[in-house]
């Protein structure tokens, strides 16, 4: 059981270029995030989806694209990368439960992107 | 903003002490979860607490809840070296179903 994964782990990428990041879970989990982490900002939710073939945007959507199609997998789309785009971002998937609105997200190991 | 803020920012203890984090949010909830990210690490869940719970134990891990004071407060008793991470809270309960509203994280260094 392997959980969340994320291809790459890093990646350096020049102004314009463009990148697929991918994340992968294994536990069935029906919701799926996409988040950007930043010194001194915390973590800020990007893309989420809610279920296979759907997707939604999250606080700073900007400048990305994604994609759900097949309920495992959730990808992340940099169409033409810049450097404000700098970032650790992470993966993370939940499933609910009756009587929560939310419940525990479980967290991929990051992928580190510069761009330059 | 439904982010919830930590409180402190940076909190620096010797090993045995307690360690407690503050946790601030402004709307309304149906949990608050909080989550430990060491360092290059993504984040690993610790403890939930519903809207209805006013405290909740989990270890060394003690988490309580006061919903009149939109706060909540996270304490690790006889801290360990390695409970050196950042601590975040995580709000729910939000008009998004699934969301989670993370705060900035308090940045915790326990010395040996």
């Known amino acids: 059981n392997a959980g969340v994964t994320q291809t790459p782990k890093f990646r350096v990428l020049k102004t314009g270029q463009s990148m697929t990041l991918l994340c992968a879970q294994d536990?069935?989990?029906?919701?799926m995030y996409w988040y950007r982490q930043d010194p001194g900002m915390g973590l800020r939710l990007i893309h989420y989806s809610v279920g296979e073939g759907t997707t939604a945007k999250g606080e700073v959507p900007d400048g990305y694209n994604v994609s759900r199609l097949k309920k495992q997998n959730f990808l992340l789309g940099l169409e033409s990368a810049a450097p404000s785009q700098t970032s650790v971002y992470f993966c993370?998937?939940?499933?609910?439960?009756?009587?929560?609105?939310?419940?525990?997200?479980?967290f991929g190991p990051g992928t580190r992107l510069t761009v330059t | 903003s439904q982010q919830g803020e930590e409180d402190p920012q940076a909190l620096s203890i010797q090993e045995g002490e307690n360690a407690t984090m503050n946790c601030s949010y402004k709307?309304?909830?149906?949990?608050l979860q909080w989550y430990r990210q060491n360092s290059g690490r993504g984040l690993v869940h610790l403890i939930l607490?519903?809207?209805?719970?006013r405290e909740k134990h989990s270890g060394r891990l003690r988490v309580t809840l006061d919903t009149s004071k939109k706060s909540s407060s996270l304490l690790i008793t006889a801290s360990r070296a390695a409970d050196t991470a950042s601590y975040f809270c995580a709000t729910g309960g939000g008009s998004t179903l699934g969301r989670l509203y993370f705060g900035r994280g308090t940045q915790l260094t326990v010395w040996p």
């Open positions: 709307t309304s909830i149906n949990n």
């Open positions: 993370a998937s939940s499933f609910l439960r009756t009587g929560l609105s939310s419940y525990e997200q479980y």
């Open positions: 607490i519903r809207s209805n719970e």
């Open positions: 536990m069935n989990h029906e919701y």
